[in-house]
DNA sequence: CTTGACTCCGTACCATGGTACAGGGTTCAG
DNA sequence: CTGAACCCTGTACCATGGTACGGAGTCAAG
């Protein structure tokens, strides 16, 4: 079985020659057994690994739970504990999703007070900014 | 006028005393004089200015952004663009919130799969993760 | 044999928003 | 006068997810 070098991995994966060594570094993609020289010698399906690394991504898991996903996936037969992490992440993404709808409301408010009655001498978000109640004193 | 010292201005604001530099050092508060030490003497109203940075960055602004809604704080006169401010966040923030939910619904359809037909063999989420489509390349 | 393209390693750097020292100086009470 | 409690500067460090670079080794084509 041929093996790639890890240039033409990472340009199958659509990420920097970096980033893959970056990705070992992290252990989210082994070390691979090298050559006579010491080039890293990769088996196709690292391609796959990296690109199930980019999707990951962009569900939102961060590359420390994607190491954690990739133990599962190596490790055949999980299928409950990945519905786990996924429903985890999710709940995770409705807080992330709350917090910022809280603060969009928050600031949609103070928009439309000041559109209203808009007050150079004494803005009523600059003025919301200095007096808002908050626990300040952590 | 009396004049606080920097740990009094920290523990008045809930910040800490290093955090009070580092807002002096990211220019989100003035250089102030120094007594015949060299201890920083600062007028009551930073306190009101570091509290204002807090409620800025729970309404998701950041701190080169509180930088500049300071600035405008700071020139009286600038409600409409504080309100060009408020509103591009606001836009920003629709943005964010928009992606989470993309992101939420993907992995909750994801999820309803894998709880509908769990296969040790081949998890759906896994299975998805691995050949989901994406514009890959870059 | 040389040249260019590729690889190696180690380290430093980017943004973000701080936090934590170390090794001094100052100030005030007792 | 001494010690505690405060302040100073400068620098390094934390997480996150990479990116960049210098200097050296390797490999294939011409």
Redesign the pocket.
């Known amino acids: 079985m041929e093996s790639?070098?890890?240039?033409?991995?990472?340009a199958r994966a659509g990420?920097?020659?970096?980033?893959?060594?970056?990705?070992?570094?992290?252990r989210l993609i082994p070390l691979?057994p090298?050559?006579?020289?010491?080039?890293?010698?990769y088996p196709a399906g690292v391609v796959q690994r990296i690109r199930f690394?980019?999707r990951s991504?962009q569900l939102g898991?961060?590359?420390?739970?994607?190491r954690d996903l990739l133990a599962l996936r190596d490790r055949t037969g999980g299928c409950a504990t990945v519905r786990d992490r996924a429903e985890r992440k999710i709940v995770e993404l409705d807080e992330r999703i709350a917090a910022l709808n809280r603060m969009r409301a928050a600031l949609g408010e103070l928009a439309v007070t000041c559109a209203d009655e808009p007050n150079d001498a004494r803005c009523p978000i600059l003025h919301a900014l200095d007096d808002g109640e908050d626990g300040c004193v952590r």
């Not at 790639?4 to 990472?10: H, M, P, Q, R």
């Not at 898991?61 to 994607?66: N, V």
Request: no cysteine; hydrophobic share 40%.
């Open positions: 790639l070098l890890i240039g033409e991995v990472a990420v920097l020659v970096e980033t893959v060594r970056f990705y070992e570094r992290k691979v090298r050559g006579r020289s010491k080039y890293r010698r690394i980019r991504k898991f961060t590359l420390e739970e994607i």
